[in-house]
């Protein structure tokens, strides 16, 4: 009889992915950043991503917030890649003193996204928001990314309100 021995380990999960979201002409939303990982020392995420045309990423601090139930001391950085020829963005979360995100899931952040009035985006339609180029550091330096995910944008529809048939009774005035 041959006996077999098997040794199950837990493999490491460290994924990273932008949320799903639905937004309307003319406003602006916070995209949720999101990591589930099992390494509990990463300490840093860098990644890129394109939006569509007429949906642009606020490159301000004081609009793009870290959540405080995984953030340590960390900090969000934007900028826009102005000589990739589309809309890319390059976000780094970091931890200046190198403290890694607290708990194993959920929200690391939040990044406002604008959608233009004028856009060409189609009312009722997703557009995606891909990412590329993700780095999940641990305090060594190790890029420890083992999955991440695209995200995307739907355009909803805005109300088309037609007011008609207006009575005006008793004591009631217009301004």
Do not use: W
């Amino acid at each position: 009889m041959l006996l077999l021995s098997l040794n199950a380990t837990a493999q490491d999960v460290n994924k990273f992915y932008p949320g799903n979201v639905s937004c309307m002409k003319g406003l602006s939303i916070d995209l949720p950043l999101y990591m589930e990982n099992t390494n509990p020392n990463i300490v840093a995420l860098q990644f890129d991503i394109v939006t569509p045309q007429g949906a642009t990423l606020s490159t301000s601090s004081s609009e793009n917030k870290v959540d405080a139930t995984r953030a340590v001391d960390h900090r969000i950085n934007i900028r826009k890649l102005s000589s990739s020829g589309d809309n890319r963005y390059r976000l780094i979360l970091l931890s200046p003193t190198n403290k890694p995100f607290r708990a194993n899931k959920g929200v690391l952040g939040t990044v406002k996204m604008t959608i233009a009035d004028a856009a060409a985006l189609e009312e009722e339609q997703n557009y995606p928001l891909t990412v590329s180029s993700v780095i999940l550091s641990d305090s060594l330096g190790n890029n420890v990314m083992t999955a991440y995910e695209s995200g995307s944008l739907s355009i909803g529809a805005n109300p088309d309100f037609v007011v008609e048939n207006v009575r005006l009774t008793g004591n009631t005035t217009v301004n």
